[in-house]
């Protein structure tokens, strides 16, 4: 990714996760952090 060249990330296999949050997940902490629960493990 071009925003990790910025950042000067130069070590072969760094991995950036990007994430975004919309609809219900936004709109109530409690089912955001639910969903996330799960998507962890």
Request: proline share 5%.
């Amino acid at each position: 990714h071009t925003c990790m060249t910025l950042r000067g990330v130069k070590k072969p296999g760094a991995k950036t996760i990007t994430s975004a949050v919309l609809g219900g997940f936004r709109k109530d902490p409690r089912t955001r952090s639910e969903a996330m629960s799960l998507i962890q493990g």
